[in-house]
Antibody, heavy 116, light 110 residues
Framework: EVQLVQSGAEVKKPGESLRISCKGS????????ISWVRQMPGKGLEWMGR????????NYSPSFQGHVTISADKSISTAYLQWSSLKASDTAMYYC?????????WGQGTLVTVSS | QSALTQPPSASGSPGQSVTISCTGT?????????VSWYQQHPGKAPKLMIY???KRPSGVPDRFSGSKSGNTASLTVSGLQAEDEADYYC??????????FGTGTKVTVL
């Protein structure tokens, strides 16, 4: 079974750093891009960017470029999304998804709460 | 890149059909056959329902169908069932290695 399993919920303070993870299994991890998608409370889906795990080449949405960093470690089939300085507006659910010309499957989501 | 435009809500009685539109531009929906649709139940991760405009992944009921005309894609759910009540999002490739989602539509089964 193709599966993406994300790390658990996080509660952070503004200004703190954070890295969340997404581990793939059941398929060749280096054969598909991994995308990250944000869903703010009560809102829709927003594509943030993606990484090719085979060579760590990345694309970012202009809306998120410079605000987050996407990385991957193909040796452990894991992709990451990280922030160097969190803001309250980063509070959201974050999903990873395997990407072809579609997004499937999706991870279960990681809830990030940023509050002082 | 602006979000694709979907109606906020749609509804139908069990057994009826509902169609959701997804309007973009010639730079996204109209320019590529890479439109996909996702179903999201409350508190759950999205699930792929349609890809490449009209293709159904294995396991998705044939009650779900997709189409496209110009800059507007559509998802039709025929023979509505209670479990179809969910939020639905379209997505499209937008060129230059960019992707965009729709604003989302809440489908209610009356």
């Amino acid at each position: 079974e193709v599966q993406l399993v994300q790390s658990g919920a996080e509660v952070k303070k503004p200004g703190e750093s954070l890295r969340i993870s997404c581990k793939g299994s059941g398929y060749s991890f280096t054969s598909y891009w991994i995308s990250w998608v944000r869903q703010m409370p009560g809102k829709g889906l927003e594509w943030m960017g993606r990484i090719d795990p085979s060579d760590s080449y990345t694309n970012y949405s202009p809306s998120f470029q410079g605000h987050v960093t996407i990385s991957a470690d193909k040796s452990i089939s894991t992709a990451y999304l990280q922030w160097s300085s969190l803001k309250a507006s980063d509070t959201a659910m974050y999903y990873c998804a395997r990407q072809g010309d579609w997004f499937d499957p999706w991870g279960q989501g990681t809830l990030v709460t940023v509050s002082s | 890149q602006s979000a694709l435009t979907q109606p906020p809500s749609a509804s139908g009685s069990p057994g009826q059909s509902v169609t959701i539109s997804c309007t973009g531009t010639s730079s996204d929906v109209g320019g590529y056959n890479y439109v996909s649709w996702y179903q999201q139940h409350p508190g759950k991760a999205p699930k792929l329902m349609i890809y490449e405009v009209s293709k159904r992944p294995s396991g998705v009921p044939d009650r779900f169908s997709g189409s496209k005309s110009g800059n507007t894609a559509s998802l039709t759910v025929s023979g509505l069932q209670a479990e179809d009540e969910a939020d639905y999002y379209c997505s499209s490739y937008a060129g230059s290695n960019d992707y965009v989602f729709g604003t989302g539509t809440k489908v209610t089964v009356l």
